[in-house]
């Protein structure tokens, strides 16, 4: 990257970097369980909700249980479950008008990160009917009060339940970007981790390694702060010891429940520190291919961490530290080196792959354009890279 480019980029950085302590990050208040969900909300007085989830979540029976407890207090339950993964405008546009339509007073994001974001965004669009989504593009432009919104994360991954961030996918050109600002990070998030036991072997393991990637991308960027640091440590050692448990014995409450909480931590470090390339790469990805989130990150993350190479040995031999397979004895080199092949040993374990069907070579220029676009310059990563550089990852992952 030329040097007037990367001086900019790691100013812009700094500047939001000393912003932090001054903007109003906060976190949802936990609820264990729907029985809670429903005493909350009849304690608030609303009377009408949208539920906010998808076909296959309804279909599995997942939302029966909230369904019934908040019939019990007397909570008239509308369900939206159009939700599609990367979530369009139109779908968006769509919940909306049920929202409305309905007269509710929350929106009640139930499922992977597509559920919750789409009822994120259909928040942002009642509380800013008139401004297209991609006026909103990028970091506080919403700036208005948004309905109550609950959520209720199906996967122990995204950490939407906890972000500023809404991902949407424009319904015409496909390109997908976020929504970030405060009023967006949900009031109330229920952690239940009967409803993870469900989730497919392979959500289980992409899904998990979202969360990890969050982590590791927050704690290896330039805009750590204490809360980021510390949330973000504690959420790699909790996948580490946790990850393949869940996903060799799915029904395991225990593993599932810490598995939410990493999820949470996660999500928490990187609102506050954002995510990386690797996020960038996925984004892209998604949107042109609607690639599943989770898999385009799991499949990701080793390449990209060893292309940042030396200037992120020390925080990675940090990690390699937190999960046990490294002391203060070795080298920053050896310790990174030893955390990038526990992360390549953990998709082993999981049986993710390491490319991803269905990319053609003859789109990479373009999306890694767009890739660079979304990092460059509010992502403080710790090398800084152009769109030509970024293109290697697509090439590595290609499908022969
Ligand atoms: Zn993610």
Known sequence: ????????????????????????????????????????LKNKEVKNVLLVTDKDIR????????????????????IFDKTVP??????????????????????????GGSSMDCAKAAAVRIARPNTPFIKMKGILKVLKKLPLIIAIPTTAGTGSEVTVAAIVTDSETRHKYQISDFPLIPRYAVLDPKITVSLPKHLTATTGMDAL???????????????SKRDARHAVRIIFENIREAY????????????????????SAFTTSYVGYVH????????????????A????????????????YEKLHQLACVIGISDIHDSHEVGAKKFIEAVKQMKRDLNVPDTIDGIKEEDIPELAKTAEKEG?????VPKLMTAKELEKFYYQILSK
């Open 86 to 111: 990367n979530p369009t405008t139109d779908i968006i546009e769509e919940c909306a008008a049920a929202y409305l339509e309905n007269k509710c007073e929350a929106f009640i994001g139930f499922g």
């Open 280 to 295: 960038c790469v996925a984004h892209s990805l998604g949107g042109k291919y609607n690639t599943p989130h989770g898999l």
């Open 213 to 227: 990637t969050h982590a590791v991308e927050a704690y290896i960027g330039r805009s750590l702060v204490k809360s």
């Open 59 to 78: 279909a599995h029976g997942l939302t029966l249980e909230l369904e019934e407890a908040l019939k019990k207090a007397g909570i008239n339950c509308v």
């Open 1 to 40: 990257m030329n040097i007037i480019k990367a001086a900019y980029c790691r100013t812009f950085q700094q500047a939001m970097h000393a912003a932090i302590p001054l903007l109003p990050y906060r976190k949802p208040t936990i609820l264990d369980n729907m029985q809670e969900l429903a005493a909350m």
């Open 248 to 267: 060799n014995n799915p029904t395991n409450l225990h593993a599932r429940r810490k598995m939410l909480h990493a999820s949470y931590l996660a999500g």
């Open 376 to 380: 460059n310059p509010i992502y403080p």
């Open 297 to 312: 990150n799991a499949v990701l993350l080793p390449f990209v961490l060893e292309e940042y190479g030396k200037s992120a």
